[in-house]
């Protein structure tokens, strides 16, 4: 296989990126991205810098930047917070029943807007302590945070769900994806997502002894203001802000429903284009009617993840350009068939996102992949491959190398032996990217999901 020096340029750019964003996370390797995009290009491909500045997803930063800040108003004041607190008073103090309120009130909210991120860092220091009163591992406590988290972070209205659905937006002509096909697909893989990681994570937790500890616990009960005291009343503030995320959900998904698309004046589809342009509409009026303070929001958005991903997305599109996207397609299609592609998508990505970013750094790289894959293999569902990406990268973020597994450890109570912990979360974070694999080819390889 003939590879030429620009493809490896570009490789061997990538591989850089992708091993300083394992060992070292002082370094951000979205700009780092960008700067060896450049040089790429300029050196090896004959692509000026302004032409390569041109391929800086504006569209995707603007989603982010509208959805992020929406939310970052949300927590800023206070609203999230009491959302979360009356969600988990809703259990009644079962001790049984905590687990599995945890896993849907983490799925309800991470779906709605929040995302996988900013869920487990407001559920961490409330549950990791009740978790050791009620004398449940925290090693338990973490699948069930982190694992309904991800699960769910794959909503289209959700910052990964954000940045799958700009990625595949690109890739839509290239995939022969219509567009009734692409208003649909967040969901499907948001759906595949749900249900492959909550088989694994959810299962998980009561092979491990969640099931025994539920069994133990039945009838006992805890006294909710020790670790969920009633918040004070919603404020007139923060009542608006949770009717401006109640229309962000609704006017996201009225205008994909059926028939919608004929009753609506042409304008207002204009306006609710995506899930961006709505968060601005309404985070404008948020900031008219003084919801929250916005120069504090500003600083709570994850600016270093949305240029993150936005740098990685430069250097991928310098790569395909370079023919590096090509020689990956080859590599990865000369042991694969439309089968087994699924497993060993699902193997790569765990091994990488173990060490490495799974939405900033695994799923912008490994997305571009499969309209090429699904030509040198021969077939293949394109679907199930960008589910295997997304389920393969997210499975293994209980690692305490990753964001979700270190904020948990952060936050277990001081009676626990926290170097146990890390290095239970570390063996069940690793085991994940084969445990993924075999999901991943069961799932979207023999069942086509």
Known sequence: MGISTAAWASLIALTIVVVISCVNEDLHVGFLSIGFAIIVGGVFS???????????????????????????????????????????????????????????????????????????ALLAPVLMPVAARLKLSA???????????????????????????????????????????????????????????????????????????????????????????????????????????VLLVILVIVPGLPGMKALLPKGVLFMLANVGTVAFILGGFMLLFGMADSKKAIKLMPWGVIMMVCGVTVLIEVMDKAGGLNAMVKMIGSISNPASVNAWLGLFTGIISAYSSSSGVVVPMFLPLVPGLIQEIGGGNPIAMISTIVVGSHLVDTSPLSTLGAICIACADDSEDKSKLFRKLLIWGLSMSVVGAGICYIFFGLLNM
């Open 46 to 120: 004959g692509i000026s810098g302004a032409k390569i500045l041109t391929f800086f997803p504006v569209g995707l930063f603007m989603i982010l930047a509208g959805v992020t800040f929406l939310f970052a108003m949300a927590q800023e004041n206070g609203t999230m917070e009491k959302l979360t607190t009356h969600a988990i008073r809703l259990c009644k103090g079962n001790n049984a029943l905590i687990p599995i309120a945890v896993y849907i009130i983490s799925t309800i909210l991470t779906m709605i807007g929040p995302g996988n991120i900013a869920i487990p």
């Open 139 to 245: 090693f338990l406590m973490t699948l069930i945070i982190v694992g309904s988290a991800n699960g769910a972070g794959m909503s289209p209205i959700a910052p990964t769900g954000i940045i799958i659905n700009g990625l595949l937006a690109k890739m839509s002509t290239a995939l022969g994806f219509s567009d009734a096909i692409m208003q649909n697909i967040g969901w499907k893989v948001f759906f595949n997502s749900f249900i492959a990681q909550g088989f694994v994570n959810f299962g998980g937790f009561l092979l491990m002894g969640g099931f025994a500890w539920m069994k133990d616990q039945r009838g006992k009960t805890v006294n909710l203001e020790e670790f969920a005291p009633k918040p004070e009343p919603f404020s007139k503030k923060q009542l608006g802000t949770i009717a401006m995320i």
